[in-house]
Every structure is written in structure tokens, then in C-alpha cells.
């Protein structure tokens, strides 16, 4: 591990049941949703097959009380995705979670971080 900067990682994954709707993988795909319009875009962007895009996307709507994602139909205009309130809601405040918890944790992340190997 010579040389190499110490990484941490927040892993939050928010669910019922054997569903979860809420993780890391399904906010970066939220977010390339929004930057895209497109959910075949957002997989390309992220590096997924389409099919592994519309299942995480599926699981994310199904998981909650109002959907976070609405297609739109293709033909002419080619169709498309977009956030609804709730998606933008999500990456929100898992953003704010995520930047909240690594603020207050900063000290003991340190120290932890100060025990690995040089």
C-alpha cells in the first residue's frame, strides 16, 4: 500500500423487506438520469447494461410511496426519463447524508485511517 491514498467509503443502502430502494449504485443512476434524460445514456455513462439500469430503476420506484423516475414514451421524439420531486428528494438529501456523516465523523475516520500500514 506504499504510496497510495487512503480511501473511505459510505455504503448507506435504505429499504423494506428484501427490497432496498435507496443505495449508492441506485443515486448514481438517479443522477446520471437527471444529467442524461435517458435511461439507456445513464447506463452507458455509468457503465451498465441497459437492462441492469431499468431493473435498478425499477427496484428504486417499486421500493417507494411515489415513483422517482418517469419515462417518457419513445417514437418520434424518442422518448426519455426524468426525476420526478421524489428523485431530486433522494439524491438530496443521500448527498447530505453522505457529506453530514464523513463531517462528523472526521476525527475518528482519521484515526482510523492513521492505523492502516504506510
Known amino acids: 500500500m506504499k504510496n497510495q491514498a487512503a480511501k473511505v ?3 448507506l443502502r435504505i429499504g423494506k423487506g428484501e427490497l432496498w430502494a435507496i443505495g449508492p449504485g441506485k443515486v ?6 437527471a444529467a ?4 439507456s ?13 431499468w431493473n435498478l430503476m ?11 423516475v418517469r419515462t417518457l414514451p419513445g417514437g418520434a421524439s424518442g422518448g426519455g426519463a426524468l426525476l420526478t420531486p ?10 447530505r447524508v453522505e457529506r453530514d456523516a ?11 485511517i492513521k492505523l492502516l500500514s504506510a
Do not use: C, H, W
Not at 448514481?28 to 438520469?33: C, P, R
Not at 425499477?58 to 422517482?68: M, Q, T, V, W
Open 58 to 68: 425499477d427496484e428504486i420506484n417499486r421500493g417507494l410511496a411515489k415513483p422517482a
Open 28 to 33: 448514481a443512476l438517479l443522477e446520471a438520469i
Open 86 to 95: 421524489v428523485g431530486l428528494r433522494i439524491i438530496e438529501l443521500y448527498r
Open 36 to 39: 442524461t434524460g435517458s435511461i
Open 41 to 53: 445514456a445513464a447506463a452507458r455513462k455509468l457503465d451498465m447494461s441497459y437492462r441492469r439500469a
Open 9 to 11: 467509503q459510505f455504503r
Open 102 to 112: 464523513r463531517r462528523k465523523l472526521d476525527p475518528d475516520l482519521s484515526a482510523l
